[in-house]
């Protein structure tokens, strides 16, 4: 067992930065506990550390996306129900900031003092948000609770690197699959459940009451089953003392509140606020600059325990992978966003109130399809991305050409476009964790990865969402009251027709003067072909962010060398029982 940890050893010193020196820099890692599977005792693999670890990881990623995912399909009804309240925006928002901040300390953190408490820590708050959403009175405690789901979520999302580093290198694809398969009811089927609750007599709460109950299963499934190496094990010689008095608490600073500017800029921008205003371009320059600090701080301070170590920027290989990773995310909050309001608004028509509920289901489906697909197909990930990602890419763009009378057409588009960028997704996402350099550094680079995912994918999704607003507002002027007007109704009805249109209820089309079926049809019409020509445009705009993804692709490391039997860390209480017992 000398021989791997000899070479991750050699791999240390050459990448270690020039600030410190390679014993300090072994002793921030910590101990190597890579071994073999063939050295692991017998039954490790089926002992219930291991299986009810495995059960904690998969089930507390699938809370973590439900923590919102559930939630957002019926923010509409929630609103209706506590409200409404002008910051609703602010639910997703509360969600999105804690748990991209998160990620990466998440990450960090526990590479440096363990994993166990964080993990253990995350379901816990988590499971308290849950409480804090299901009895919310108004809006603003939905968001508090909010922020609580979200600073869980970012341990139960960690979960690439949890998993990666209990299997053999070889079995991280299958591993992440079995983390996305808990991901079914909160993702690919979510805005059904959602619906379902709502109709239920136990309404929206419903979904609260349900993730109280697992999140509570998986907090005690981490306390009882998950027991990776602690500090004194990974630092035989070190104190935690020592570690705090170094930790780089300037970098962290800069990093939060870079980030969470940045990314409150962007989010509040034609939301809550113009994007000429001052509480827009403020937030986005001084977080902007809080983040360019920071990495300038990384790069040149003398740090002995960075938040971010600058050797893993020049992994090139690395930064491509996590490039692509965070491009496959940015197509899916393209769906997970445009998807939806596409099926309410060009083809819900003449259907029953389930039928959005399960017609919203496929760009999330297609995606854990695309993630359980392509994790039995691991040798040459370098080739099999290439050709996913630009696959998933053409079926995207091609949504261009959906029009109010092509639901199945659309349908095939999403779910394929989907299907394909899943695969990117689980390829990338594992060859993150596999082409590092020192597996002792696979939290803090997952974690970096996460929030670099989270950071691009916010970009990306607020292009979309400006480019549909802007396109909207010009193109619903220009096809609708023309439309109404030559179908015969009268001027001073356009805006209360409009208004209708939005509100949707029968008292608001029975305010509208002048109105008649016929008029109405037209109307309506016309307002789904103007919405179709802003989608269309929407659609063709991910050509360039896809475009960077293709090219990028070529640089995309094959990490079928890489792919052992080594497990990275073993979990305690297994073999120390094994070892008794030869005794």
């Given amino acids: 067992m000398a021989e791997p940890k000899h070479e991750a050893e050699t791999i240390e010193v050459l990448d270690a930065p020039p600030s410190l020196s390679p014993d300090h820099n072994a002793e921030v890692l910590g101990r190597d506990f890579t071994q073999a599977e063939s050295d692991l005792p017998a039954g490790y693999f089926t002992s219930a550390k291991f299986l009810g670890s495995m059960f904690a990881i998969g089930a507390s990623f699938g809370c973590g996306v439900g923590g919102f995912g559930l939630a957002a399909p019926v923010l509409s009804f929630i609103n209706a129900d506590i409200g409404p309240d002008a910051n609703l925006s602010w639910v997703s928002l509360a969600y999105l900031l804690t748990n991209s901040v998160g990620l990466m300390l998440v990450g960090r953190l526990s590479d440096l003092f363990g994993r166990r408490w964080f993990f253990i820590g995350g379901n816990a708050l988590a499971t308290v948000g849950c ?10 405690a939905l968001i508090a609770a909010e922020v609580l789901i979200g600073l869980g979520a970012a341990s139960q999302l960690s979960y690439a690197f949890v998993v990666g580093e209990l299997v053999p290198t070889t079995h991280r694809f299958i591993a992440q699959a079995w983390v996305f398969a808990w991901a079914i009811p909160s993702s690919g089927f979510a805005p059904a459940i959602s619906y379902a609750f709502v109709q239920s007599n136990v309404g929206w709460r419903g979904i609260f009451y349900l993730l109280i109950a697992l999140n509570a299963a998986t907090t005690l499934a981490w306390f009882f089953f998950y027991h990776p190496p602690t ?27 870079g980030l969470l500017l940045f990314l409150m800029g962007l989010s509040w921008g034609g939301t809550l606020h113009p994007w000429a205003s001052a509480h827009v371009i403020a937030t986005i320059v001084i977080g902007f600059a809080s983040l360019a600090g920071f990495f300038f701080y ?18 090139v290989p690395w930064d491509v992978t996590v490039l692509l990773w965070a491009l496959g995310a940015a197509v899916y909050y393209a769906l997970a966003i445009i998807w939806p ?26 995606i854990l399809f695309g993630e359980f697909v392509g994790a ?48 990117n997704e689980i390829l990338n996402s594992t060859v993150a964790t596999i082409i590092i350099a020192d597996q002792r550094e696979i939290g803090t ?28 507002a010009t193109t619903i002027p220009r096809g609708v009251p023309p439309a109404l007007l030559a179908a015969g109704l009268p001027a001073s009805s356009v805006p209360s027709f409009l208004s209708a249109l939005t509100l949707g209820t029968p008292a608001a089309w029975a305010s509208v003067p002048g109105l008649s079926s016929a008029i109405q049809a037209a109307g309506v019409r016309a307002y789904q072909e103007a919405n179709a020509e802003a989608y269309k445009t929407v659609f063709l705009s991910t050509i360039g962010f896809c475009a960077v993804g293709i090219v990028s692709s070529f640089w995309t490391p094959n990490v079928d060398a890489l792919l052992t039997r080594d497990v990275v860390v073993q979990l305690g209480g297994v073999m120390e029982k094994e070892e008794q017992g030869n005794v």
């Avoid at 790069?299 to 002995?304: D, E, P, Q, T, V």
């Avoid at 099999?384 to 057409?409: E, H, N, R």
């Fill in 376 to 423: 039995f197909f691991k040798r040459r990930t370098d080739v099999q991305i290439k050709v996913v990602f630009f696959i998933g890419s053409v079926f995207l763009a091609a949504m261009a050409a959906s029009t109010p009378d092509t639901p199945i057409m659309a349908a095939v588009f999403v779910f394929l476009a989907a299907a394909f960028i899943g695969w």
């Fill in 231 to 257: 500090f004194h094990e990974k630092h035989v010689s070190s104190r935690k003392s020592a570690f705090l008095a170094d930790f780089d608490y300037i970098g962290t600073l800069l990093f939060t509140l």
């Fill in 131 to 140: 409480i804090v959403a299901a009895v919310a009175p108004n809006v603003p």
């Fill in 298 to 315: 990384e790069a040149y301070a003398r740090l002995k325990e960075p938040l971010l170590p600058m050797h893993l920027l020049k992994n």
């Fill in 341 to 366: 309001s596409m099926v309410a608004t060009l083809y819900s028509q003449g259907h029953g109130f389930m039928w959005g509920g399960w017609m919203g289901c496929i760009s999330n489906s297609g």
């Fill in 445 to 472: 680079a997952t974690g970096i990865a996460g929030s670099a995912r989270s950071f691009i994918s916010t970009v990306c999704s607020t292009v979309y969402t400006v480019i549909l607003s802007n396109r909207l």
